[in-house]
């Protein structure tokens, strides 16, 4: 028998202590160190082949002798998963998807588990019955042969099966609801998330499995458990949005296979997710008439360019201390800007509420936007609107020049293929540039000055 022991751990950063603690000192919370009791001196601990001993040893090899064998990718038939992921599911990796409550994320998964018809698919569900996710799967309106569903929390059940089935992906419905019979605490706590999430790992490296597990996030948006979780996964996405708004957003955070700020976009339907495959459909408003403090930016996130809508309201204050609030955009950026749009603008915005919304429900840090928002900014001013087709794309400087932004061409491009008529970039920006290549006006400028004055005469 193992002998047990307590140990003090903090419920939001893992924090690991031999005494209890009234604040963490890791991550500075109150009240969150937990007693747990775990085993100790556990010879199998850590290996997901209850009673088998790994009879393989690593050795160390020269970097020159190591063959580059390039690992095929299992293609799903969600586009905008495989972006997020850098084009496909890697053999033997592990990846985390977290989020709010009833945001999606059983959805997206049990959708991509049904869709993917031609391989062998373990979903093992700790929270919902199976006549719940049968229930789930008639509403997608997807159906797979090959679609093993397992509703069990207990680890070394878990693994039985999957030396029964041997599936080729493997999605776990959630980490926080699986149970080592190594640990003594209960679902859920530090030591559980981290010794089961330790044996999913193995066995995903060992067997060559890809697994997708599903992790629930705390009240501030971070994921639940101890911070060793998100360490130990290859692939780390975030599922966002509001529960009680259409779209969705699937963000990368951490990605050892590709780009780690890539996003991809679903609409939620009745009968599942949609996946949207041109964003500015619902990061642009469709107008009649043109209406002011309105301004298109052309923005790139990860490898996909975008052109969102930036929306502004700018009305005399009230009160004596004039607002500032932003939705989408830094506020403190923001603050910066209208520094520079009074000092260098001669705009009197000092005695001006300024609201500042970026449509579509978007968290924009691309510093290719603040062209736009300066425009909404003074068009909202001014009361004069902006042009529907004009878009604009340059970083603004504290001595209010017009700095240029990477990847101009990709912008250019986006902007072109959706129809504007005209964009306006950094004069620096043009350096190599060739106009001719692009089927829009390219208008390079280098002070906010020539802007406006192009825009409001």
Request: proline share 4%; glycine share 8%.
């Amino acid at each position: 028998m193992a002998k047990l022991k307590s140990a003090y751990f903090c419920q939001s950063c893992g924090y690991n202590s031999p005494k209890w603690l009234g604040r963490c000192p890791s991550c500075n919370e109150w009240n969150t160190i937990v007693e747990e009791l775990i085993a100790k001196d556990e010879p199998e601990k850590g290996s997901w082949r209850f009673g088998k001993s790994s009879k393989s040893t690593s050795k160390p090899r020269l970097i020159s002798e190591i063959n580059k064998t390039e690992k095929y990718r299992i293609i799903t038939e969600d586009a905008e998963f495989n972006r997020v992921l850098g084009g496909g599911l890697v053999p033997g990796s592990l990846t985390l998807v977290g989020g709010e409550p009833g945001i999606g994320k059983s959805t997206l998964m049990l959708q991509l588990a049904l869709s993917l018809s031609d391989y062998t698919i373990l979903y093992v569900s700790g929270e919902e019955s199976e006549q719940q996710i049968k229930m789930r799967a008639e509403r997608l309106a997807f159906s797979n042969d090959r679609c093993y569903v397992l509703t069990e929390t207990a680890t070394d059940i878990i693994f039985k099966q999957i030396e029964l089935i041997e599936p080729d992906i493997v999605i776990i419905d959630s980490i926080q609801t699986l149970v080592s019979p190594l640990i003594e605490s209960g679902a859920g706590s530090v030591s559980q998330v981290k010794e089961c999430a330790s044996e999913v790992m193995k066995y995903a490296k060992e067997s060559d499995v890809p697994v997708i597990m599903i992790g629930h996030i705390t009240k501030d948006g971070s994921l639940a458990g101890p911070k060793v979780l998100e360490h130990m996964v290859d692939t780390v996405l975030q599922f966002e949005g509001d529960q009680f708004m259409t779209y969705r957003i699937l963000r990368t955070t951490k990605n050892r296979f590709g780009n780690a700020s890539e996003l991809g976009i679903y609409e939620m339907l009745s009968n599942g997710l949609r996946q949207v495959s041109n964003p500015s459909e619902i990061l642009i408003s469709e107008k009649s008439e043109s209406i002011s403090g309105v301004a298109i930016a052309a923005m790139i996130e990860g490898n996909r360019p975008l052109q969102i809508e930036i929306q502004s309201l700018v009305s005399t204050a009230n009160y004596g201390t004039p607002q500032r609030s932003s939705n989408g955009f830094d506020p403190r950026r923001l603050q910066m800007l209208l520094a520079v749009l009074e000092k260098r603008g001669g705009f009197r915005l000092g005695t001006q509420d300024v609201f500042l919304n970026v449509a579509g429900g978007l968290k924009v840090e691309d510093p290719a936007i603040d062209l736009a928002v300066c425009v909404s900014i003074v068009s909202s001013y001014e009361d004069l609107p902006v042009n529907h087709s004009f878009c604009f794309c340059a970083e603004c400087g504290l001595g209010g020049e017009v700095r240029p932004v990477n990847r101009i061409e990709s912008r250019i491009s986006e902007a072109a293929k959706l129809g504007f008529e005209k964009i306006f970039i950094a004069k620096n920006n043009t350096k190599g540039l060739n106009f001719e290549d692009f089927n829009i006006k390219i208008v390079p400028v280098s002070k906010l000055e020539e802007v406006f004055a192009e825009l409001f005469g």
